[in-house]
């Protein structure tokens, strides 16, 4: 009696953290042994293959790795604003960005950021913020030359 309550408490609780996705993904598409997936409330997390959750499920979207960094993600909070993760899922540059350009793009190692307020500044490599968001875009590409 006890070994099946047992089994019907663990199956139960099995079945009952995966059914809080309303979609899982295909392993592997974003990240090695991960799975994106997608709540029933439409925000998306990854997954690892032992169903432990690696970045929990609050971005309403994420992008595949390497769109402006090969070693980093972009996130979208619900509030539109983007921000970075890494290829560990820990987030490194919060969500607070309007627009996060392509590493590189401008200047080599940084990344072009714009608020929502279309103040722009320049991100790191290691998700730092090395020019403060605080300028127009013609002041912020005057400091580049």
């Given at each position: 009696?006890?070994?099946?309550?047992?089994?019907?408490?663990?199956?139960?609780?099995?079945?009952?953290?995966?059914?809080?996705?309303?979609?899982?993904?295909?392993?592997?598409?974003?990240?090695?042994?991960?799975?994106?997936?997608?709540?029933?409330?439409?925000?998306?997390g990854f997954i690892d293959q032992n169903k432990k959750q690696i970045v929990t499920p609050i971005y309403s979207k994420i992008e595949k790795f390497g769109n402006v960094h090969p070693d980093f993600a972009?996130?979208?909070?619900?509030?539109?604003?983007?921000?970075?993760?890494?290829?560990?899922?820990?987030?490194?540059?919060?969500?607070?960005?309007?627009?996060?350009?392509?590493?590189?793009?401008?200047?080599?190692?940084?990344?072009?950021?714009?608020?929502?307020?279309?103040?722009?500044?320049?991100?790191?490599?290691?998700?730092?913020?090395?020019?403060?968001?605080?300028?127009?875009?013609?002041?912020?590409?005057?400091?580049?030359?």
């Amino acid at each position: 009696m006890k070994k099946a309550l047992f089994v019907l408490m663990f199956t139960s609780l099995s079945v009952s953290s995966f059914a809080q996705y309303k979609k899982v993904y295909a392993y592997g598409d974003y990240q090695k042994n991960w799975a994106l997936v997608k709540t029933s409330s439409g925000t998306y997390g990854f997954i690892d293959q032992n169903k432990k959750q690696i970045v929990t499920p609050i971005y309403s979207k994420i992008e595949k790795f390497g769109n402006v960094h090969p070693d980093f993600a972009v996130v979208k909070a619900i509030t539109d604003t983007y921000g970075l993760i890494d290829k560990n899922g820990k987030e490194i540059v919060p969500t607070i960005y309007h627009k996060i350009g392509k590493f590189d793009e401008l200047k080599k190692g940084f990344a072009l950021v714009e608020t929502v307020n279309n103040k722009f500044g320049f991100i790191d490599s290691s998700g730092k913020e090395a020019i403060s968001a605080i300028y127009s875009l013609d002041e912020i590409k005057a400091k580049l030359q």
